[in-house]
């Protein structure tokens, strides 16, 4: 169980009312097969919340999707009739089609008879010319072998890994391909795109029974997470101002976001999280609408 405390911002930046949940961050179920930096599934709980308040939408669209938890909790959940994901990272989004395509089948093959020895990771990450699908599936290893699932060029391998039991102690076949299997079963419901967030984001953002959830690469921290971390940060806060649809967006809580914000007359929240290294911190939620929370 997590106590947060939400603390709630005018455009001005003036505390106007605070708010205190518990959240039990331990009952969110973990839909993705990816071990993703900056993820959120500490934020399901209220995201639920914001999707029953979208119940006039049919759409999701999560323009920056990386592993993709709160699309696909919405789709899971029943909240949307469709979630609509880009990715323009390519290790990624070759996952994120594999899973959805004819393919899915023996990338869970591969998953459940791969042998979790250091000779066979090697072998594997370093094989030259490899297709989609086996790109795929070497993403997925370097995801769970690599410090924090980062994939950013210059992460390293994990050494000790998770309560000190090696390399491969994020290395679960079983429940990666349960979940990858889920994901397969719900492709009729899931459109993937290889493609810039912001190409997405304008072909629906005058559609007002679309949902946003934006999760870009933060200020601080994107350079080290990501392999696509420059964004436009001024120019996506331009277009969430015009979309005409519900949206919620995310952000890290400093004074260049939230200057942002207000040039453009955007609402603001903050809400506490802790890291995966137990770090308390704040990040910045940012909608339209905060009537739901």
């Given at each position: 169980m997590n106590m947060q405390t939400i603390v709630n911002y005018d455009l001005f930046g003036n505390i106007v009312k605070e708010k205190e949940k518990v959240v039990n961050v331990s009952s969110v179920p973990q839909r993705s097969p990816f071990r993703y930096p900056g993820g959120k599934t500490w934020l399901v709980p209220t995201s639920r919340k914001w999707f029953s308040h979208c119940s006039g939408c049919n759409t999701?669209?999560?323009?920056?999707?990386?592993?993709?938890?709160?699309g696909l909790t919405a789709i899971f959940e029943g909240y949307f009739k469709k979630v609509i994901f880009s990715e323009i990272d390519e290790d990624v989004a070759v996952v994120w089609k594999t899973m959805l395509s004819n393919d899915c089948d023996w990338l869970i093959a591969q998953i459940l008879t791969f042998k979790p020895q250091y000779e066979e990771l090697l072998k594997i990450l370093s094989?030259?010319?490899?297709?989609?699908?086996?790109?795929?599936?070497s993403t997925l290893l370097r995801n769970r072998t690599c410090h924090g699932g980062i994939l950013a060029k210059g992460s390293g391998m994990m050494k000790n890994g998770e309560n000190s039991k090696g390399i491969f102690s994020r290395w679960y076949p079983e429940t990666l391909a349960r979940r990858i299997k889920a994901i397969h079963e719900m492709s009729t419901k899931i459109e993937f795109h290889?493609?810039?967030?912001?190409?997405?984001?304008?072909?629906?953002?005058?559609?007002s029974k679309a949902a946003f959830f934006i999760d870009p690469p933060y200020?601080?921290?994107?350079?080290r997470l990501y392999t696509h971390f420059e964004i436009d940060h001024e120019g996506l806060f331009d277009l969430v101002s015009e979309i005409k649809g519900n949206y919620l967006m995310t952000y890290d809580c400093v004074e260049e976001v939230k200057d942002l914000a207000h040039k453009h007359f955007l609402s603001y929240q903050s809400i506490p999280m802790q890291t995966t290294h137990l770090i308390k911190k704040d990040e910045l939620l940012i909608s339209n609408d905060f009537s739901w929370l």
């Open positions: 999701l669209i999560e323009p920056f999707c990386g592993g993709g938890i709160t094989k030259e010319g490899k297709n989609d699908r086996e790109l795929a599936f290889q493609a810039d967030a912001f190409s997405i984001i304008r072909q629906h953002i005058h559609d200020t601080v921290a994107g350079h």
